[in-house]
């Protein structure tokens, strides 16, 4: 994976352009942020909510790191259609954290809307982050069709999986 921003991995500093196996970055991201967005989830939906400031505070400032490592990893290009996309997704966003809250017992419409931020921006970073892991586990980020039909198998199991939790969520 080529980055585009320095950075430093396993003690070992990186510069802009340098290339960095897949296999040191996906596997540190997707379990660091699975941690911190799942507390980021159970503080913004448990029983003993803290205070909105520091839900904010909490995650706003780990969106904010893992935004800049994602800039410096994948691009600034990439990262705007990561909040492009996620703009467009909404409602995609909404039957997945509803769907999440089911399993608890919970709905989203029993939390106000600005309880919902920070979980939905952390799905949004959870999301892209796998995106980018498909295409580097598949080797298809520098074959246009082999990352075309990547694309299009993510697009289409993620409407699938949309639907299929919409779906039950409404039985």
């Known amino acids: 994976m080529k980055i585009y921003g320095p950075i430093s991995i396993a003690s070992r500093k990186y510069a802009k352009g340098d290339y960095v196996p897949w296999y040191f970055i996906y596997p540190f991201f997707l379990i660091h942020m699975l941690i911190?967005?799942?507390?980021?989830?159970?503080?913004?939906?448990?029983?003993?909510r803290p205070p909105v400031l520091f839900l904010y505070a909490h995650g706003g400032i780990a969106i904010l790191v893992y935004t800049l490592f994602y800039r410096n990893l994948f691009g600034r290009d990439e990262v705007k259609w990561m909040f492009i996309n996620a703009a467009l997704g909404l409602l995609g966003i909404y039957t997945q954290i509803d769907w999440l809250l089911s399993l608890f017992g919970r709905q989203i419409g029993d939390y106000p809307m600005?309880?919902?931020?920070?979980?939905?921006?952390?799905?949004?970073?959870?999301?892209?982050?796998?995106?980018h892991a498909l295409?580097?586990?598949?080797?298809?980020r520098e074959h246009p069709e082999r990352k075309k039909f990547v694309e299009n198998a993510y697009v289409v199991a993620s409407v699938a999986i949309y639907l299929i939790s919409y779906f039950l969520e409404r039985r």
């Not at 309880?115 to 799905?123: A, E, M, N, S, T």
């Not at 295409?135 to 298809?140: A, K, M, N, P, V």
């Open 135 to 140: 295409l580097d586990i598949t080797r298809s």
């Open 114 to 131: 600005y309880v919902h931020v920070i979980p939905v921006l952390y799905f949004v970073l959870y999301t892209f982050l796998i995106r």
């Open 36 to 48: 911190f967005g799942g507390f980021g989830f159970f503080m913004a939906y448990g029983p003993d």
